[in-house]
Nanobody
């Protein structure tokens, strides 16, 4: 069984920063594309960022471009999302996900998902 476990969520004021982490087990982590998604109440799950196994390819949604940075440490089986200049509209549950060949932000491509971590941004 594959397990992805997110951490690092919390409550911050607008303009603040958070770094999310996702630790993978039960997979050959270095062979997987990894992505970050979020889902706010009443909304569809939104793709935010994706990174290739070697980190040579990265892509971001327009809503977080220039504010969020995706990275990975394959030696630690860990994925990161650095979030800066947070806005109230960033409030959501944030999920990490993995897939064998997912270069897009289409959630249907990703096979494995974490349980999510809550991020709340107050004004």
């Amino acid at each position: 069984q594959v397990q992805l476990v997110e951490s690092g969520g919390g409550s911050v004021q607008a303009g603040g920063s958070l770094r999310l982490s996702c630790v993978a087990s039960g997979v050959t982590y270095s062979n997987y594309y990894m992505g970050w998604f979020r889902q706010a109440p009443g909304k569809e799950r939104e793709g935010l960022a994706v990174i290739s196994p070697s980190s040579q390819y990265r892509n971001y949604a327009d809503s977080v471009k220039d504010r969020f940075t995706i990275s990975r440490d394959n030696a630690k089986n860990t994925l990161y999302l650095q979030m800066n200049s947070l806005k109230p509209e960033d409030t959501a549950i944030y999920y990490c996900a993995s897939g064998h060949s997912c270069t897009s932000l289409d959630r249907a491509c990703y096979r494995y998902w974490g349980q999510g971590t809550q991020v709340t941004v107050s004004s």
